[in-house]
């Protein structure tokens, strides 16, 4: 019976190594999912033994998470940063400004990284992220980042509108992205980059105007000491 043993690389063949594994990983979990892709698969496409997954990832698991993990902070990188730069901006800019630039830094990436949102589908039916992993490194920066925006760029709104906004804006883009998948995969689709556009636009309209009507409801006054009060339409 052929062993396989661990060869222990040069520093910059280790790395090549690894990134091969993960680039392979990654391709193959959002095909296959996690059930349905073997070690042998991964190493086999990356082009080494099969102990090499567990010198460089500690195991079958670990690969999944650093595979599943890598590909979530390019994303929420990119997110954050379309998001601090459009709070420095000086003069801040207008609330469709601020959706639109937010809608594209959302989908944009999503557009051309298909395997994440493979990735994400596998995950809601058989979830093996811990989920500290993902509420703590991923949502609750995205959502910390999109409450400041909307509080400098958006009408005043209590907290738990705020909130549910964000929550709102965020549901829009992800149907957005996963619909965007499924007509894409038809053959005679529109250009995509047309669909988006398009998309992003009635985004903007859609959402400014919904923003708005939720600050008429309520309207928040900003006393000497900084506290903020809601005042209930009608009261």
Not at 28 to 41: I, N, P
Not at 95 to 120: H, K, Q, T, W, Y
Request: glycine fraction near 8%.
């Amino acid at each position: 019976m052929k062993v396989e043993t661990t060869v222990v690389d040069q520093p910059h063949e280790a790395e090549d190594t690894r990134e091969r594994i993960l680039a392979a990983a990654q391709k193959l979990f959002a095909e296959k999912g996690f059930e349905g892709t073997s070690v042998r698969d991964i190493t086999t496409a990356a082009g080494c033994n099969v102990a090499s997954v567990n010198y460089h990832f500690g195991g079958k698991d670990s690969l999944y998470l650093e595979a599943f993990r890598s590909l979530l902070t390019l994303l929420r990188d990119h997110r954050l940063g379309v998001l601090d730069e459009l709070l420095v901006r000086s003069p801040a800019p207008t609330l469709e400004a601020f959706l639109e630039s937010f809608a594209r830094g959302f989908l944009d990436p999503i557009v051309e990284e298909r395997d994440f949102m493979a990735l994400m589908t596998w995950e809601m039916f058989n979830p093996r992220m811990p989920r500290e992993v993902f509420a703590g490194e991923f949502i609750q920066p995205l959502l910390e980042r999109v409450s400041a925006a909307l509080a400098r760029f958006g009408p005043p709104l209590d907290g738990g509108t705020v909130r549910l906004t964000v929550m709102s804006l965020i549901g829009q883009l992800l149907h957005a992205i996963k619909a965007y998948q499924m007509f894409t995969a038809h053959e005679g689709s529109e250009p995509a980059t047309v669909r988006v556009d398009d998309y992003i636009r009635h985004f903007v309209r859609f959402s400014a105007a919904g923003i708005r009507a939720c600050a008429e409801d309520s309207r928040v006054t900003v006393g000497a000491n900084g506290a903020r009060t809601v005042v209930e339409a009608g009261s």
